[in-house]
């Protein structure tokens, strides 16, 4: 029996607290949270106190502009939403150290104003300050996507994946990554790309690219020990 004026304590919350996912380390929370598409992951804040910040350092960014996104299961995110969203996540994480960046995307030009590329260079150089290691572009619209025709700089970065891109000389100059092993670029326009140039390449994927007719493009990788170019469609010549 109970001794009288003494009341059982409850344990509730401390095993609540040393059970399941919350026994793990920040750190791997947040390395867990960078699987998950990046709304998914900022939803997390409304769990506990704990997990209010843990989504601004998770090691991964995913946004994606097909249903199921930022506009939940009801539809397609506008451009407008994609943009505002991406915007607001990279400044509320700050510089915080980022394994992977991943977008899938059709416009974020709702206005018409032609300012969507440099729109996605602002993010990606944010990202680059952010030590990101693998980056992914793929563009969901019929249309190619033209990308400014500037390099990027990164010293971290090692795998780079571009897909439905219109790419021009600068952005193909690969110099800029001296530890870059792995480039996929799939379906993209490279009519005005005279060379695709890595010292540190290893291996290099190119499938569905559109060339120029009147032009060769040369591809410059002599580090890489394993090239494919299947099933590729060629306006043009590339060497």
Same mark, same amino acid.
């Given at each position: 029996m109970r001794p009288l004026g003494k009341t059982a304590k409850s344990t509730a919350p401390s095993s609540l607290a040393t059970t399941g996912i919350d026994v793990l380390p920040d750190g791997v929370l947040e390395h867990i949270l960078g699987f998950l598409p990046s709304p998914e992951a900022v939803r997390t804040c409304v769990l506990t106190r704990r997990w209010r910040h843990l989504w601004r350092h998770a090691t991964g960014l995913r946004v994606s502009c097909l249903a199921g996104g930022e506009a939940g299961r009801d539809g397609p995110p506008s451009p407008k939403r994609i943009r505002d969203f991406v915007d607001r996540i990279l400044l509320l994480r700050g510089h915080a150290p980022l394994?992977?960046?991943?977008?899938?995307?059709?416009?974020?030009?709702?206005?018409?104003?032609?300012?969507? *590329?440099?729109?996605?260079?602002?993010?990606?150089?944010?990202?680059?300050?952010?030590?990101?290691?693998? %980056?992914?572009?793929?563009?969901?619209?019929?249309?190619?996507?033209?990308?400014?025709?500037? &390099?990027?700089?990164?010293?971290?970065?090692?795998?780079?994946?571009?897909?439905? %891109?219109?790419?021009?000389?600068?952005?193909?100059?690969?110099?800029?990554? &001296?530890?870059?092993?792995?480039?996929?670029?799939?379906?993209?326009?490279?009519?005005? *790309?005279?060379?695709?140039?890595?010292?540190?390449?290893?291996?290099?994927?190119?499938?569905?690219?559109?060339?120029?007719?009147?032009?060769?493009?040369?591809?410059?990788? &002599?580090?890489?020990?394993?090239?494919? *170019?299947?099933?590729?469609?060629?306006?043009?010549?590339?060497?």
């Amino acid at each position: 029996m109970r001794p009288l004026g003494k009341t059982a304590k409850s344990t509730a919350p401390s095993s609540l607290a040393t059970t399941g996912i919350d026994v793990l380390p920040d750190g791997v929370l947040e390395h867990i949270l960078g699987f998950l598409p990046s709304p998914e992951a900022v939803r997390t804040c409304v769990l506990t106190r704990r997990w209010r910040h843990l989504w601004r350092h998770a090691t991964g960014l995913r946004v994606s502009c097909l249903a199921g996104g930022e506009a939940g299961r009801d539809g397609p995110p506008s451009p407008k939403r994609i943009r505002d969203f991406v915007d607001r996540i990279l400044l509320l994480r700050g510089h915080a150290p980022l394994e992977t960046f991943e977008l899938r995307f059709c416009t974020f030009d709702e206005d018409g104003d032609g300012d969507d *590329a440099s729109c996605l260079s602002r993010w990606l150089r944010h990202v680059v300050e952010c030590k990101v290691r693998t %980056l992914r572009l793929e563009n969901v619209w019929v249309d190619s996507f033209e990308l400014e025709d500037r &390099p990027l700089v990164s010293r971290r970065l090692t795998r780079l994946e571009l897909e439905g %891109l219109d790419l021009k000389n600068g952005f193909c100059d690969f110099s800029g990554y &001296p530890s870059l092993q792995y480039l996929v670029i799939e379906s993209c326009e490279m009519w005005d *790309a005279d060379k695709v140039s890595s010292e540190s390449l290893k291996h290099l994927r190119m499938t569905s690219c559109i060339f120029s007719k009147d032009s060769s493009t040369v591809i410059h990788a &002599p580090k890489s020990c394993f090239t494919e *170019a299947e099933w590729t469609f060629v306006q043009g010549s590339c060497s």
